[in-house]
């Protein structure tokens, strides 16, 4: 089984023929998903997700893959081809169409209608072809047929890739739902046929690896969603993924089913539910929507608010009802259901919102006490299924952290895969597919790329940490004006501080050790200003560990007089 390696060098030159699998995203996380597939001087990209950044990444907006290693060559991309409509998936398609518009865009009809609502705010007009499960399309040397699977989304697609070097079988996001609300299983014939005709590589969703048996179907949601609303006396107000079509239609059926208006909060899902109701994916019931602005005139229980927040975001709607800043105000018998699931990282996010909402005196069903939320990833028993249905030659797991990845290894390996056909990679770790085997060849640079308000790749992982310890330790500014030709202090030090002592008072013990250094500095030979700012650094930086065990930022400012 192929692991990755820190010591692997970068890979040789791709021989003609050859398959070379690069994941640019999505291994080692869950979140960012890009894979870039090349053959014969031509690339395919499957997937151009973000990742959504942790409490570690203080002022980041959203993390997009590393684009450095199809940069120069992006003539050579015949086409992006998308799995389904989530962010993680095509959150960063902007980004890279930022860099060449007219790289084709390929997927269902609903994924495509959001991503070009999504480019539509970054004023990119793309090329798109839209793609039914079943269809075919050459792109280049890629024979591409896509295959209907069902996911936490409609229209969600696993593509087989055909080259000269074999058949890539990828699933993107999927699970085996038998009893989907849509109706829109997920195609076993297909992989089955595709087994028979030659998987040489399958690239298999990890996420529900550890997971044991199946995952449960979505219409195991509905009684539980009307029992909240049979028990409901006031307003009952729903956060869940704006993507989330399947949810909002459960939510709409039980509305009317009680006699309540829905009003959909935030600009995302507005926006989202408005393009999966034109185009037919949203089933509404009569009267049942109205502007969120009606929702004042209609009494507590009547209403239904739908909104965005499940992950506990800052700026979504139910983070700021939770810290009463919005218009729509929590109250004492509110019943307030978070339906999802919760994504690794956002676990504090998510329970500051819950304590929040409990204090106001709503009463909030979350996954821990409910089931509200059902996962949209494929558990053990169906991942098994997957391997004993297509017989592939080689396996490489996607979609998850490294205990996903190595677990669904480990299923894959039980039905027979040869532990050495199986390939274990993260981000950036190059895959030949050759003569039917899959080796890991090398490994490409593949960081993490910050988007920071309207900046693009110039936050580092340096202005990060400056940043924690801003946060977390506070600041220390000293000035001090030297004679130049003495180096003997003249003025200060005056310190200021931010975050760290209440009082000014604290530093009257390190100002003489600061002069002292300063003065020893000088006697010892020529200095310039840059070299004593690093005396003073260390003079403070040395006395703050030793007095209070902290590390805050410290700024000295030497200036000659």
Same mark, same amino acid.
């Given at each position: 089984?192929?692991?990755?390696?820190?010591?692997? !060098?970068?890979?040789?030159?791709?021989?003609?023929?050859?398959?070379?699998?690069?994941?640019?995203?999505?291994?080692?996380? #869950?979140?960012?998903?890009?894979?870039?597939?090349?053959?014969?001087?031509?690339?395919?990209?499957?997937?151009?997700? #973000?990742?959504?950044?942790?409490?570690?990444?203080?002022?980041?907006?959203?993390?997009?893959?590393?684009?450095?290693?199809?940069?120069?060559?992006?003539?050579?991309?015949?086409?992006?081809?998308?799995?389904?409509?989530?962010?993680?998936?095509?959150?960063?398609?902007?980004?890279?169409?930022?860099?060449?518009?007219?790289?084709?865009?390929?997927?269902?009809?609903?994924?495509?209608?959001?991503?070009?609502?999504?480019?539509?705010?970054?004023?990119?007009?793309?090329?798109?072809?839209?793609?039914?499960? !079943?269809?075919?399309?050459?792109?280049?040397?890629?024979?591409?047929?896509?295959?209907?699977?069902?996911?936490?989304?409609?229209?969600?697609?696993?593509?087989?890739?055909?080259?000269?070097?074999?058949?890539?079988?990828?699933?993107?996001?999927?699970?085996?739902?038998?009893?989907?609300?849509?109706?829109?299983?997920?195609?076993?014939?297909?992989?089955?046929?595709?087994?028979?005709?030659?998987?040489?590589?399958?690239?298999?969703?990890?996420?529900?690896?550890?997971?044991?048996?199946?995952?449960?179907?979505?219409?195991?949601?509905?009684?539980?969603?009307?029992?909240?609303?049979?028990?409901?006396?006031?307003?009952?107000?729903?956060?869940?993924?704006?993507?989330?079509?399947?949810?909002?239609?459960?939510?709409?059926?039980?509305?009317?089913?009680?006699?309540?208006?829905?009003?959909?909060?935030?600009?995302?899902?507005?926006?989202?539910?408005?393009?999966?109701?034109?185009?037919?994916?949203?089933?509404?019931?009569?009267?049942?929507?109205?502007?969120?602005?009606?929702?004042?005139?209609?009494?507590?229980?009547?209403?239904?608010?739908?909104?965005?927040?499940?992950?506990?975001?800052?700026?979504?709607?139910?983070?700021?009802?939770?810290?009463?800043?919005?218009?729509?105000?929590?109250?004492?018998?509110?019943?307030?259901?978070?339906?999802?699931?919760?994504?690794?990282?956002?676990?504090?996010?998510?329970?500051?919102?819950?304590?929040?909402?409990?204090?106001?005196?709503?009463?909030?069903?979350?996954?821990?006490?409910?089931?509200?939320?059902?996962?949209?990833?494929?558990?053990?028993?169906?991942?098994?299924?997957?391997?004993?249905?297509?017989?592939?030659?080689?396996?490489?797991?996607?979609?998850?952290?490294?205990?996903?990845?190595?677990?669904?290894?480990?299923?894959?390996?039980?039905?027979?895969?040869?532990?050495?056909?199986?390939?274990?990679?993260?981000?950036?770790?190059?895959?030949?597919?050759?003569? !039917?085997?899959?080796?890991?060849?090398?490994?490409?640079?593949?960081?993490?790329?910050?988007?920071?308000?309207?900046?693009?790749?110039?936050?580092?992982?340096?202005?990060?940490?400056?940043?924690?310890?801003?946060?977390?330790?506070?600041?220390?500014?000293?000035?001090?004006?030297?004679?130049?030709?003495?180096?003997?202090?003249?003025?200060?030090?005056?310190?200021?501080?931010?975050?760290?002592?209440?009082?000014?008072?604290?530093?009257?013990?390190?100002?003489?050790?600061?002069?002292?250094?300063?003065?020893?500095?000088?006697?010892?030979?020529?200095?310039?200003?840059?070299?004593?700012?690093?005396?003073?650094?260390?003079?403070?930086?040395?006395?703050?560990?030793?007095?209070?065990?902290?590390?805050?930022?410290?700024?000295?400012?030497?200036?000659?007089?």
């Amino acid at each position: 089984m192929s692991q990755s390696h820190p010591e692997l !060098g970068l890979p040789p030159a791709l021989k003609p023929g050859a398959l070379r699998i690069v994941p640019l995203g999505g291994l080692g996380e #869950v979140g960012r998903n890009m894979a870039v597939l090349e053959i014969d001087g031509k690339i395919l990209v499957v997937d151009c997700g #973000v990742l959504f950044p942790e409490d570690h990444q203080p002022g980041v907006d959203l993390i997009l893959p590393d684009f450095e290693y199809i940069a120069d060559r992006l003539d050579d991309v015949v086409a992006v081809i998308l799995t389904h409509g989530h962010e993680d998936h095509i959150g960063a398609v902007p980004y890279l169409l930022r860099l060449k518009p007219d790289i084709p865009l390929i997927g269902s009809q609903l994924t495509l209608a959001l991503v070009e609502a999504k480019l539509k705010e970054h004023r990119i007009t793309p090329i798109t072809l839209a793609v039914r499960e !079943g269809q075919k399309e050459q792109l280049g040397p890629f024979g591409c047929e896509f295959v209907a699977v069902n996911h936490s989304i409609p229209d969600a697609l696993a593509v087989a890739v055909t080259t000269a070097a074999g058949t890539v079988l990828h699933t993107g996001d999927f699970k085996m739902d038998q009893l989907p609300l849509d109706g829109r299983i997920t195609d076993l014939r297909s992989f089955a046929r595709l087994g028979e005709a030659g998987v040489d590589l399958f690239m298999v969703d990890s996420t529900n690896a550890e997971v044991p048996g199946f995952t449960v179907s979505e219409r195991e949601i509905t009684p539980v969603l009307e029992s909240v609303f049979a028990a409901a006396d006031r307003r009952i107000i729903i956060a869940s993924f704006a993507s989330h079509i399947h949810r909002v239609q459960q939510v709409l059926d039980a509305a009317h089913k009680y006699r309540r208006k829905v009003a959909l909060v935030g600009r995302s899902m507005v926006r989202n539910m408005g393009i999966a109701r034109d185009l037919g994916y949203l089933n509404v019931p009569p009267n049942t929507i109205v502007d969120v602005k009606a929702v004042d005139d209609l009494p507590d229980e009547q209403v239904v608010l739908m909104c965005t927040g499940s992950q506990g975001e800052p700026m979504a709607a139910l983070s700021r009802m939770a810290n009463r800043d919005h218009r729509v105000s929590v109250g004492a018998g509110d019943t307030v259901v978070l339906a999802s699931s919760l994504i690794p990282g956002n676990e504090n996010s998510v329970y500051r919102v819950i304590n929040g909402l409990t204090r106001l005196g709503a009463k909030v069903v979350h996954q821990g006490n409910a089931r509200v939320h059902v996962s949209g990833h494929a558990s053990a028993g169906e991942l098994l299924y997957c391997y004993n249905v297509i017989r592939p030659r080689n396996v490489m797991p996607v979609h998850g952290e490294a205990r996903h990845l190595v677990a669904n290894a480990e299923l894959a390996v039980k039905t027979g895969v040869p532990r050495e056909r199986v390939v274990i990679a993260e981000d950036g770790v190059v895959v030949d597919l050759v003569d !039917g085997v899959a080796k890991v060849v090398g490994k490409v640079d593949c960081g993490y790329v910050y988007v920071d308000g309207s900046s693009v790749g110039e936050i580092t992982e340096a202005d990060l940490k400056d940043r924690r310890i801003l946060g977390e330790e506070g600041f220390i500014s000293i000035i001090v004006v030297v004679d130049s030709a003495s180096g003997k202090v003249v003025a200060g030090p005056e310190i200021h501080a931010r975050g760290f002592a209440e009082t000014e008072s604290v530093f009257d013990a390190v100002r003489p050790r600061i002069v002292d250094a300063l003065r020893d500095a000088a006697n010892s030979g020529p200095t310039d200003t840059y070299q004593l700012q690093q005396v003073v650094r260390r003079v403070v930086g040395r006395w703050v560990s030793e007095s209070y065990r902290r590390r805050p930022m410290i700024i000295p400012l030497v200036i000659e007089a």
